[in-house]
């Protein structure tokens, strides 16, 4: 048991990893100040990462094999495996949506998932990421206006808001498991010292 949990959980590493090249091969991203990357990356990655997982997930369909589902559960617990489930079954988009979501959540400014008895650290230039946060929004849309029509591309955004709130939920379950957030901060600085090698 102990070394299917070990697999698993490495399992579960590389799909987080897949979302340390949105940071790295971002041209937008790598266009920002250390400090203002350094931000971006901490307070986003839980959420680009876990709905490149979920994303992945729903396409291979990864949770309907048991052994899997249940080595899952052992490790992140069922309120982490029940969310996520929810979101996964909430991606009604296709991949080139998704991808766009993803790049644009790279440069959200938000950080409310927990509570932390940190002090929040403002961004440098937080208009630089406005315009790049602005730009990936405008693509999103006009990705959607292009494929639907302008109802149709409501739907598909106020679901893609359904989802991350399903994202969300699932973030915060599984923040109180020590194997995810050693992940994600492993995965934060990887990021980190790779950035130091590009500058």
């Not at 250390?34 to 990356?41: A, G």
């Not at 997982?53 to 052992?74: G, V």
């Not at 946060?133 to 494929?147: F, I, S």
Request: aromatic content about 12%.
């Amino acid at each position: 048991m102990r070394f299917k949990l070990a697999a698993v959980n490495e399992f579960y590493t590389a799909f987080l990893g897949g979302g340390q090249l949105l940071y790295e091969k971002n041209v937008d991203v790598t266009s920002l100040c250390s400090h203002d990357r350094s931000i971006l990356l901490r307070n986003t990655i839980k959420y680009v990462t876990s709905l490149g997982t979920s994303l992945i997930a729903r396409y291979t369909r990864l949770l309907d094999n048991t052994a899997l589902y249940k080595s899952s559960e052992a490790i992140y617990g069922s309120a982490t495996l029940a969310n996520g489930a929810r979101a996964i079954d909430q991606l009604d988009f296709d991949g080139t949506f998704v991808k766009l979501v993803l790049a644009l959540l790279v440069f959200s400014t938000f950080h409310y998932i927990y509570y932390t008895n940190m002090a929040p650290d403002n961004l440098i230039n937080i208009k630089a990421v406005l315009v790049i946060q602005d730009m990936y929004t405008e693509l999103a849309w006009r990705y959607l206006l292009y494929k639907y029509d302008h109802e149709r591309a409501v739907i598909c955004f106020s679901n893609l808001m359904r989802c991350l709130f399903s994202v969300n939920d699932t973030i915060v379950a599984a923040v109180e498991c020590k194997q995810y957030t050693d992940m994600i901060d492993s995965l934060v600085q990887k990021t980190e010292e790779t950035f130091k090698l590009i500058e």
